[in-house]
């Protein structure tokens, strides 16, 4: 039963325009969520974060929204540029869980 | 500073070999854990652990082994490998679970024959 899912697989996006990633929780128990990003052969890096207190976060190009209501999540990259093509994965957490639970994965194509 | 560092990088088993896939950090991070990257399915939970001597199953446990004897280190054994654990390995570091961000390891891509 996947707790945090993010429903697709792929996503093409003009370069300079903004690229949004969503992604949803189905365990109301999270407290914490985080995105990370992967380029091949690579380790996932750290990408942004937000708790549950808040619904807002931003960083430069990358903000992070959260719903809590619909148990939604999404990251907004604007604007988009090459570089940002990778897989990003949405990860949640609780504070009363040790267990860090991914999702699948969006694969980003930023197009020239 | 060297991070999260995985030995080996790559390795090719037969089936029924043990190996035990090496993890070390050097921030002084309480939590590491480990996660398998199969395609479509995302990073899966393997096995974490919230300090020395502390060891807890994650999403997908059965078939491995760990330790934790050290803060540095958290290596991951498979008694007998098999065909289905063949995968990309990650070994990540963080401070704590809350919310901190995970430091990971560039993996060890396994092949089981």
């Known amino acids: 039963d996947q707790q945090v899912k993010q429903n697709s697989p792929s996503l093409s996006v003009q370069e300079g325009r903004i690229s949004i990633l969503n992604c949803d929780y189905t365990?109301?128990?999270?407290?914490?969520f985080l995105w990370y990003k992967k380029y091949p052969a690579e380790g996932p890096t750290f990408l942004i974060s937000?708790?549950?207190?808040?619904d807002k976060n931003e960083d430069g190009r990358f903000t992070v929204f959260l719903n809590k209501s619909a148990k939604h999540l999404s990251l907004h990259i604007v604007p988009s540029q090459p570089g940002d093509s990778a897989v990003y994965f949405c990860?949640?957490?609780?504070?009363?869980?040790?267990?860090?639970?991914f999702g699948k994965g969006t694969r980003l194509h930023i197009l020239p | 500073n060297a991070g999260v560092t995985q030995t080996p990088k790559f390795q090719v088993l037969k089936t029924g070999q043990s190996m035990t896939l090496q993890c070390a950090q050097d921030?002084?991070?309480?939590?590491m854990s480990w996660y398998r990257q199969d395609p479509g399915m995302g990073l899966r939970l393997i096995h974490y652990?919230?300090?020395?001597?502390?060891?807890d199953q994650g999403e997908v446990p059965n078939g491995y082994n760990v330790s934790r004897s050290t803060t540095e280190d958290f290596p991951l054994r498979l008694l007998s490998a098999a065909p289905s654990q063949t995968s990309v390995y990650f070994c990540?570091?963080?401070?704590?679970?809350?919310?901190?961000?995970?430091?990971f390891g560039d993996g060890t891509r396994l092949s089981i024959l």
């Open positions: 990540a570091s963080s401070y704590s679970p809350g919310g901190q961000p995970q430091h």
């Open positions: 365990n109301s128990m999270f407290d914490y």
């Open positions: 937000i708790s549950s207190i808040k």
């Open positions: 990860a949640a957490s609780g504070r009363r869980d040790d267990k860090i639970i």
């Open positions: 921030m002084n991070h309480e939590y």
């Open positions: 652990s919230v300090g020395a001597g502390i060891t």
